[in-house]
């Protein structure tokens, strides 16, 4: 279970982030959803120590996160692929996907065969440079680098942003495999309606820095939807 409480966020003397509460099921796939600049990506920094809170709590497993170094989260198992995928340009593949392994418990050498069978493409591409692949490739690359370390949270901020329709399918059927099949906690930005619909289990819908509407899937209303999202 993770558990955030009454978390507050600032950049400067703009407040973000407004007591927000979210509870997201383990073993669950949780799209967070809403409008532009609601704060989704600012949640997503906070969870995973690259923006500090202000204050609340962010509790995973009943550990809290806030005040503890980003460093600790791929240590606590919690994988994260950013928005704009920040794959190291000048690194290849190979390297790329290496980021990860020192995070691992038992200090595993090599990269995990799970890897490349999720996203074969990564093993043809081994030695390119990161820089000199497709947006597409580059986003399973981000992928399949925070897998490296087989968390049990994966948090994914809009993995299809720019990328073209066969390589979203794909995405989604991973993102699907690795939570139904391996059990793995998945929280999700997500703009695009129909590729949460197809993955997710549950939403939270963001307005102005709180979670004002949390639900199953199933139950995400026409009128939620002009409300919350429509623009
Ligand atoms: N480094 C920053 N300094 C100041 N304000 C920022 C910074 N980063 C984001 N913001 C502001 O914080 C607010 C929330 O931004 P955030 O990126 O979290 O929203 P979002 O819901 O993820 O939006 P989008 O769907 O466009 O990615 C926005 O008003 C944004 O302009």
Redesign the pocket.
């Known amino acids: 279970m993770i558990e955030i409480s009454q978390l507050n966020q600032r950049?400067?003397g703009?407040q973000?982030l407004w007591d927000l509460d979210l509870k997201v099921e383990e073993g669950s796939c949780t799209c967070i959803m809403?409008?532009?600049?609601?704060?989704?990506?600012?949640?997503l920094k906070c969870i995973m120590g690259l923006l500090p809170a202000d204050s609340g709590e962010i509790r995973i497993a009943g550990d809290n996160l806030v005040g503890r170094s980003a460093e600790f989260r791929p240590h606590h198992g919690i994988g994260y692929v950013p928005?704009g995928r920040d794959i190291f340009p000048l690194l290849t593949v190979e390297e790329n996907l290496r980021v990860g392994l020192p995070c691992r418990k038992d200090k595993l050498k090599k990269i995990p065969d799970r890897v490349y069978d999720l996203f074969p493409v990564l093993k043809d591409m081994l030695h390119r440079r990161g820089g000199d692949l497709s947006g597409g490739q580059q986003q399973q690359l981000a992928i399949g680098r925070a897998l490296v370390i087989e968390p049990r949270v994966l948090i994914l901020d809009?993995p299809n942003e720019g990328i073209q329709p066969n390589i979203v399918k794909q995405i989604g059927d991973v993102i699907t495999q690795l939570n139904r099949e391996e059990n793995m906690t998945v929280i999700l930005?997500e703009?695009k309606l129909g590729f949460a619909r197809r993955v997710g289990q549950q939403f939270r819908l963001?307005e102005k820095g709180r979670v004002v509407a949390s639900d199953a899937m199933e139950h995400l209303s026409e009128s939620l939807i002009m409300q919350h999202l429509a623009v």
């Not at 409008?35 to 949640?43: D, E, H, I, S």
């Open positions: 950049y400067g703009t973000i809403g409008r532009n600049g609601v704060g989704k990506t600012t949640l928005q809009e930005v703009q963001m």
